[in-house]
């Protein structure tokens, strides 16, 4: 979550330069809008729920937020394309290790490195993951980026899916340059 939030400051932040306005965002047709939130929510319902629930809900979660991101991308063209084919391709990643260890595998040393090696992986805000096992075919794609500073664990699939939502947001807000003709020089110029 920490990381979502500094994506959109940093992406307001970027349209704010650009003259662009968030408001503009509405010019964007999303497929399937309901479909997101429902996927966030069963995300959050991953980690608060324990035992053999949380595994349908978690995969569940991730499978939906990738097909929404595919169904968007196919859907858009340019620059917004780019950004929902970004978050899907992160969706993608992140749900490959859920789908393989019905949850995604975090590594201690990560842990470690933000000040949460003790912290029981299978409960509260990690009731999502499964701690990272050397034998852990595709342990690149789990949990293994520490982010001391935001006190955080993220994968490959987060820093891509947040770079999707980044261009997605700017792309959105900026200001248009359909429509938009070059000034004329003057006729005395030439």
């Known amino acids: 979550m920490p990381l979502l939030i500094l994506t ?10 650009r003259g662009g306005r968030l408001s503009t965002f509405e010019s964007i047709s999303l497929r399937w809008p309901l479909v997101l939130p429902t996927a966030v929510i069963a995300q959050l319902a991953a980690q608060a729920v324990t035992g053999p629930a949380r595994v349908p809900l978690a995969v569940g979660s991730h499978a939906t937020m990738a097909l929404w991101f595919v169904v968007n991308t196919r859907a858009e063209r340019g620059a917004r394309r780019s950004a929902f084919g970004l978050g899907a391709a992160g969706a993608i990643a992140n749900l490959v290790p859920v789908l393989r260890y019905g949850g995604m595998p975090v590594s201690k040393r990560a842990l470690d490195a ?15 993951h499964v701690l990272l096992e050397n034998h852990h075919f595709g342990w690149w794609l789990g949990d293994v980026l ?6 955080c664990v993220v994968s490959l699939g987060d820093l891509v899916l947040m770079a999707g ?8 807000g900026s200001p248009s340059r359909r429509g938009r003709r070059l000034p004329l020089a003057p006729a005395n110029s030439r």
């Not at 959109?8 to 330069?17: C, E, N, R, T």
């Open 8 to 17: 959109l400051l940093f992406a307001a932040l970027v349209v704010a330069f």
């Open 114 to 128: 933000i000040g949460a090696g003790g912290v029981d992986v299978t409960v509260g805000n990690f009731g999502k």
């Open 146 to 151: 520490a982010v001391p500073a935001l006190r």
């Open 165 to 172: 939502i980044a261009v997605l947001v700017i792309e959105a």
